[in-house]
């Protein structure tokens, strides 16, 4: 019964801060051909003026340390969109007691919410390749608990985390 205990004590903690990333791309691409980069300008993150003022200094953070730059004439472009998310499937316990045999069954099932609406926030971040015809050729979206109304300090934290996620299958294999 202690197992079970921390079993669930476990699967609670580590649902909490959770971030999801899927990955999609064009297969034909070759990866190598990209080393510069800048954004759309007309980008409709989603986000407020200085959390995406972070997130793009903290993508040409992490694209510098790939070898990449930014550049006035680029191989391909940036676009970063994102919403908040309401996901109204709280997660439940159950709790069972039944019994049977000769004599019958019976049984008592009981649902405790955990936790009302979970907010999240979903980051799509899209690379383009303008001179193809605008081909996406790469796509990253996640799903975290970025809280816009966190402290300056976690908001950076927070985002250096995820855009590392982000980028850590880039390019494919």
């Known amino acids: 019964m202690k197992a079970i205990k921390y ?14 990333v899927n990955y999609d791309y064009e297969k034909s691409t ?53 919403r908040e998310l309401i996901n109204r499937n709280s997660p439940n316990v159950g709790v069972g007691v039944g019994g049977g045999g000769g004599g019958g069954f019976g049984g008592v099932s009981v649902g405790v919410p955990l936790n009302s609406n979970k907010y999240t926030r979903e980051i799509t971040i899209d690379f383009v390749d303008k001179k193809q015809n605008e081909r996406l050729f790469w796509q990253a979206i996640s799903e975290s608990t970025y809280k816009g109304n966190a402290s300056v300090e976690k908001r950076e934290a927070t985002l ?6 982000i980028f850590e299958k880039y390019p494919p294999e």
């Not at 004590?9 to 999801?20: A, E, M, N």
Request: hydrophobic share 35%.
């Open 7 to 20: 079993l669930f004590l476990l699967l609670l903690v580590s649902s909490c801060g959770s971030t999801f």
């Open 160 to 165: 250096a985390k995820l855009i590392d996620k």
């Open 30 to 82: 070759d990866f190598n051909q990209y080393k510069t980069y800048n954004y759309f300008d007309d980008m409709q993150t989603g986000l407020s003026k200085f959390d995406s003022i972070r997130i793009v200094e903290t993508i040409d953070a992490k694209l510098s340390t790939m070898g990449m730059s930014r550049s006035e004439n680029p191989d391909f472009y940036i676009d970063i969109q994102s």
